[in-house]
């Protein structure tokens, strides 16, 4: 059965950084697609982006609101997805989820429950 | 981007209606098109990916349609336990993005 559990989210002032991971089991990680979305209080859903098994080149792609602050990564060896964030904004705060199963990473399969990030002063 | 608009924002049916949410693209995404299911304080779940393809293990009261700019999600026979936040999500072309959501509650 394919588990999904992010963690390391908590509150940070807005220019610090976080880095939640994400701790995958049941399925085999280092030949899958991963995602991150994320969820602001009260709002819609928001694809942060996606990263590449090593096999297809392991590259990354963001969305505009991230890119250049944000960097996904992956740890095959530890089945471990993660979301270095940087020069975190209010408006980065928000639920993260990591997910994984669809062709491509085009659309979450399997999903974890999301940690918690908020930025405030 | 691609932006997705969804219609209603919300709507208060009786168990056993029939639902229909439609979901909308500012441009032709073909059939790259999945829904979810997202109910308080959850993770969305995905009901039906590439527009109409039902996710194993969803109720088949649940089905898609749809292809280019308008898609549709209907529940056949709307039941207590499909109270959630239905969202459609594009995925023909990066960034991929969602909707804003159809709140679903029993009347």
């Known amino acids: 059965e394919v588990h999904l559990v992010e963690s390391g989210g908590g509150l940070e002032k807005p220019g610090g950084s976080l880095r939640v991971s994400c701790a995958a089991s049941g399925f085999t990680f280092e030949n899958a697609w991963m995602i991150w979305f994320r969820q602001a209080p009260g709002k819609g859903l928001e694809w942060v982006g996606r990263i590449r098994s090593k096999v297809e080149g392991g590259t990354t792609d963001y969305a505009a609101p991230v890119r250049g602050r944000f960097t996904i990564s992956r740890e095959d060896s530890k089945s471990t997805l993660y979301l270095q964030m940087n020069s975190l904004k209010i408006e980065d705060t928000a639920v993260y989820f990591c997910?994984?199963?669809?062709?491509?990473?085009?659309?979450?399969?399997?999903w974890g429950p999301g940690t918690l990030v908020t930025v405030s002063s | 981007d691609i932006q997705m608009t969804q219609s209603p924002s919300s709507l208060s049916a009786s168990v056993g209606d029939r639902v229909t949410i439609t979901c909308r693209a500012s441009?032709?995404?073909?059939?790259?098109l999945s829904w979810y299911q997202q109910k308080p304080g959850k993770a969305p779940k995905v009901l039906i990916y590439d527009s109409s393809t039902l996710e194993g293990g969803v109720p088949s009261r649940f089905s898609g349609s749809g292809s280019g700019t308008e898609f549709t999600l209907t529940i056949t026979s709307l039941r207590p336990e499909d109270v959630a936040t239905y969202h459609c999500q594009q995925y023909d072309d990066l960034p991929f993005t969602f909707g804003p959501g159809t709140k679903v509650d029993i009347k």
């Open positions: 441009q032709d995404i073909a059939n790259y």
């Open positions: 997910s994984t199963g669809s062709p491509m990473g085009t659309f979450g399969d399997y």
